[in-house]
């Protein structure tokens, strides 16, 4: 573990974990939102990356391009925050390594948060901008889903309502501790000082009621690690060591290698919950986004074809 991740897990337990440990709901979802939005503030992208805003199958979305993108492939990224929080914004600095070190454009997808937007408005956000990818001609092998945490979840389950819909299946999926079971009902270690240092019981169980509404927690649309993963294309998942949510991985990864799907899980020691969107500072982050960005790139089929005028417009 490099003295840059255990740094970054100490000031993240003061400043967020130990704060949300004190608030309720939805105090604690407003605290998580500002933070990921202050240290968005501190990450400026660097001069050569191009950001744009998009409407894509009707949904706001924010085109990230840190390489040529004519022709480039694109990895459709849905960002963390528990369901309640973060934006398109927030996770630019993800979205542009990713495109760097890929060669593929990445769509962040700005879908409605809980509890003003309740399930199923994020899935259905993140299904209609796929569809609107397909629409605009970007064939299905060009495009990768990714998220972390909550996005990893709408990654999963954007997949597997779309092969409901009889869509064509993406090129494959990457997830950073994705938060798959609801439930909570996962092994878990506890919560400080050699374990989990972001997260707490308390404000999972607060925000998936959120993310919920009525439905069920073990509906497998909201808690996908209990749906049918028959079908799905590859899937790679980085998760911490200690963290509250490593069980989500390990399970999933167990029930996508007895479904068929190829599978790789990287439990890192040390690290923090999502710990890929440190990027910045952590060098373990870059090491598993360089290993994201080559296991997409080499699932991702370059995209082909000029697009019709109309389509472009979707596109740039």
């Known amino acids: 573990m490099s003295w840059q991740s255990g740094l970054c897990a100490a000031a993240v337990r003061c400043a967020l974990q130990a704060r949300m440990a004190r608030l309720g709901f939805p105090e604690s979802a407003v605290l998580l939102d500002r933070t990921l939005e202050r240290g968005a503030s501190l990450l400026p992208l660097p001069r050569h990356v191009r950001v744009a805003p998009a409407s894509v199958g009707g949904v ?123 439930t909570l009902s996962g092994d878990a270690p506890r919560d400080g000082r050699g374990g989990e240092s972001m997260l707490t019981r308390g404000f999972l169980r607060a925000a998936a009621r959120a993310y919920a509404g009525r439905e069920s927690l073990q509906d497998p649309r909201v808690s996908p690690l209990f749906a049918c993963l028959e079908g799905l294309p590859p899937l790679l998942l980085h998760a911490a060591s200690g963290e509250l949510l490593l069980d989500d991985s390990r399970r999933l990864q167990q029930r996508a290698r007895a479904a068929g799907v190829p599978s790789v899980l990287r439990a890192w020691p040390g690290q923090l919950h999502a710990f890929p969107t440190f990027a910045s500072v952590v060098p373990e982050a870059r090491a598993a986004l360089a290993e994201t960005a080559a296991f997409l790139a080499g699932h991702l089929a370059p995209r082909a074809a000029a697009l019709s005028s109309g389509r472009d417009s979707v596109l740039s």
């Open 60 to 182: 706001p979305c924010q085109w990230v391009d840190a390489a040529d993108p004519h022709g480039a492939p694109v990895i459709v990224y849905l960002h963390g925050g528990a369901f309640v929080a973060g934006s398109a914004r927030t996770h630019r600095d993800t979205a542009w390594r990713l495109s760097h070190e890929s060669g593929a454009r990445v769509l962040l997808v700005e879908y409605r948060l809980a509890p003003s937007h309740p399930f199923p408005a994020a899935l259905l956000d993140a299904i209609s901008a796929y569809e609107g990818l397909l629409a605009a001609g970007v064939p299905a092998q060009s495009i990768a889903l990714a998220g972390d945490s909550a996005g990893g979840n709408l990654a999963l389950a954007a997949a597997i309502g779309l092969r409901s819909l009889g869509a064509p299946s993406p090129a494959a999926i990457a997830c950073f501790s994705p938060w798959v079971d609801l």
